[in-house]
Each structure stands twice: as structure tokens, then as C-alpha cells.
């Protein structure tokens, strides 16, 4: 009788490497040795390698039927392109009840979520932050808590970025914040796994960052826009010269800081603060145009001024927003791979989704199955584990 091949591990790895995270997390429970290999963070690192980028889109929604947080709705950017018209199941999805939780930002598979805690008399003055597989559905504990003497330090005034330093392979979350006390901007760094937050070493001079609070994540660096050589807590931003906008990028890596300019024909100051986005892991610059017209410029090479490439410029008129009041920006959902495809949504609207198809100017409105989408970041699945000590949601 013949017995059956027997696979050397090393050829066991190889194959399980090319599988789908879901059939991964199935595969866990054939034998002990495979569940030892699906945990292990040498193979999740090289399944990520392999793994398709850009396959998801990690949503945080506003549910007002039932007034909570939906922090994460994650969908197939393929299935949300191809199948527009019809309602869309979320593949995985996390409700937070009676905690105040924001996603913050999704790297190699992992969601960075924000809370914070509130003293007796309801005054929130610490912050958090906790690591989450959604797929794996392992979450870590809660980070020490980030602290100021400040009377209006909260979750809301924090500027806040999550990204991965692949030289030192630490996952870093980022805030800098105003600090009253010494009347400057201020920079402190969490590692997943640390103790503590730590000041950043390199970077002592950070510039006035605008109003949106969450950093954009692109090759080791997170970017905010800032406005150069002012260092206060207050702007008005009709006072605001175009000379002093400039995109402040932090790189993860040595955690030194750079300045990046905006595109040649950015034009004239907009009426209302721009925002940056990231779409097929390229920065982004959106902004909306003598509120008529939504304009979406795309760096294609990281750090290289002369690759910005404006990628969309409609109006809002022939997105047949004819009733829309621009007071809020309508936000990239996400981008197809030609880039001809781009969905975008309105915090405006209940459940309005918008498909642009700038290649034929095709538009279609989609029923979105939630209410109000207020952030969206690329996302993937993966097997990297929220360490330390994660534990089943």
C-alpha cells in the first residue's frame, strides 16, 4: 500500500502564503503546526508581502437611527465598484456602544482606534488608543493615556496619525497637540508594545497644522496640512496666504520632519481649508472650487512636487448635486486601479454615495445601506496581530 506524499514544511509555507486571509484564519484549526505557522508574525509578514494592496475600504459612519458609532464597515473596493446599484453588505463590522471611538487610520491590516476617558465632572482630558485586526477580530489593550494640562485638551484637538516605520518594524501612532504651558506645538510618539508616549527627538519646530485632525499615512511618512513659519494655536484662514500653505510630513522612520508644496496650478486660495486623502496608496489633495466644483489633485511619486497630477474636476452640477450647499467636502471614498472611477460621499446626506466615472462623465447615485460616512481609508486584510496580549472582540 502506498502511503501519501508527505509535504515538506517550507513547501507547506509557500503554498498557505498565497491564500486569502479568510481561508487562513479557516485553516487555523486543521493542526496544531498550522496554527502555529498562521500566528506566526514571520508569516503574516510574508503573506503581506504577498498580498494584494488597495483591496478594501475601512469606513467609519455616523448610524443616526440608532446614535452610535459604526467605527469600522469594511468593503471590497471590487464589489463596490462592479456593483454599485445594489445595497452593500459590510464584510466586517464593529459597533462601539457608550465609548466614544474613532478609527484614525488602517496599516498592513491594522486599525488604529481612538478613545478617551472623562473625569468625575464629564471634562475629557486623556486619550487612548488601541490596536484592532477587524479580520483576525483580535483587539490590544489600551495604550497608556496621553495627558495634558490644558483645559481644552480632548479627542477633538489632537492632531493624530498612525503608520508603520518598516526600518525599525514598529507600528507608530503620532499626535501633536498645542501646549499652553510653553505656548508651542507639541509631538509625542506611542510604538505599539510601549509603555509609555514618548517626545519626538527630531523634530522640535512643528509648524500650525489646519483643522482636520487625522494625518494621511504614505510611504513611512504621515502628512498634514500646515501653514509655514507660524507657530500659534488660532488662524483665521481668510487671513491665510496661499505662500504659507504647505503639506508638514513626518517620517515615521527617523522621525525627522520635511516641508512639501502643493501642486504648480493649485490656482487661488480656496474659499474653504482643503483636506488630503490617500487612493491607491498615492497622497491626495482635495478641495472644493469657488463652491462649484470638487478638485482632486494626486501625487503620483511621494515627495517629487512635479508628479502632482490633478486627477478630477467636476462640478457639482453635473454630479447632479444641485441642492448641495459646499459647506462640508465631499469626502474619496476610493479610486479604481485605471483611476477613471472615483466614489465619493457626502456628510451632508444620509445615504448618498456618489460614483463618478470622469472617463465617459457617467454619474450614478448610490443607496448606501448606512448612514453618514465621515471617514475612509484604504485598508487590507492581514494576519499581523494588534500585539501585545490582543484579545477576541
Not at 135 to 145: C, D, V
Not at 205 to 232: A, E, Y
Amino acid at each position: 500500500m502506498m502511503s501519501l506524499p508527505v509535504l515538506s514544511p517550507d513547501l507547506i509555507t509557500e503554498i498557505l502564503s498565497w491564500l486569502p486571509v479568510k481561508v487562513l484564519v479557516r485553516s487555523r484549526c486543521v493542526c496544531k503546526q498550522w496554527k502555529s505557522l498562521i500566528f506566526d508574525p514571520r508569516f503574516a509578514k510574508l503573506h503581506l508581502e504577498r498580498s494584494p494592496k488597495h483591496t478594501h475600504t475601512l469606513l467609519t459612519i455616523l448610524d443616526n437611527v440608532n446614535g452610535t458609532w459604526v467605527v469600522s464597515l469594511i468593503h471590497s473596493v471590487r464589489r463596490l465598484l462592479e456593483h454599485p446599484s445594489s445595497n452593500v453588505n459590510e464584510d466586517v463590522s464593529c459597533r462601539f456602544k457608550n465609548q466614544s471611538y474613532h478609527a484614525i487610520g488602517s496599516t498592513n491590516g491594522l486599525v488604529c482606534l481612538i478613545g478617551d476617558k472623562s473625569d468625575d465632572d464629564g471634562n475629557r482630558e486623556e486619550i487612548f488608543i488601541q490596536f484592532w485586526n477587524p479580520t483576525l477580530r483580535l483587539r490590544s489593550k489600551k495604550s497608556p493615556t496621553l495627558c495634558n494640562t490644558s483645559s481644552d485638551f480632548n479627542l477633538y484637538s489632537v492632531h493624530l496619525g498612525f503608520g508603520y516605520d518598516d526600518l525599525g518594524d514598529k507600528y507608530k501612532v503620532v499626535a501633536v497637540f498645542w501646549d499652553h504651558t510653553v505656548q508651542k506645538w507639541e509631538g509625542k510618539v506611542h510604538c505599539m508594545g510601549d509603555s509609555c508616549w514618548r517626545n519626538t527627538l527630531a523634530c522640535h519646530d512643528f509648524p500650525t497644522l489646519l483643522r482636520t485632525l487625522i494625518g494621511q499615512f504614505v510611504k513611512g511618512s504621515v502628512n498634514w496640512l500646515s501653514l509655514k513659519n507660524l507657530n500659534c494655536h488660532g488662524y483665521e484662514w481668510e487671513n491665510v496666504t496661499m505662500e504659507q500653505l504647505v503639506i508638514f510630513s513626518l517620517d515615521l522612520r527617523k522621525e525627522t520632519c520635511r516641508y512639501m508644496l502643493l501642486p504648480d496650478g493649485f490656482g487661488e486660495k480656496p474659499q474653504d481649508e482643503p483636506e488630503l486623502a490617500v487612493l491607491r496608496g498615492c497622497l491626495c489633495l482635495y478641495y472644493n472650487h469657488m463652491k462649484t466644483h470638487f478638485v482632486l489633485w494626486e501625487m503620483r511619486e511621494f515627495g517629487v512636487q512635479e508628479s502632482w497630477t490633478r486627477l478630477v474636476n467636476v462640478s457639482y452640477e453635473h454630479l447632479q448635486l444641485n441642492d448641495f450647499e459646499p459647506e462640508w467636502l465631499l469626502l474619496p471614498v476610493c479610486l479604481s486601479e485605471n483611476r477613471d472611477v472615483l466614489v465619493l460621499a457626502s456628510t451632508q446626506s444620509w445615504d448618498d454615495v456618489i460614483m463618478y466615472n470622469q472617463k465617459d462623465g457617467r454619474v450614478q447615485h448610490i443607496e448606501f445601506p448606512y448612514n453618514q460616512i465621515w471617514y475612509a481609508y484604504e485598508h487590507i486584510k492581514s494576519l499581523v496581530l494588534p500585539c501585545p496580549h490582543p484579545h477576541p472582540h
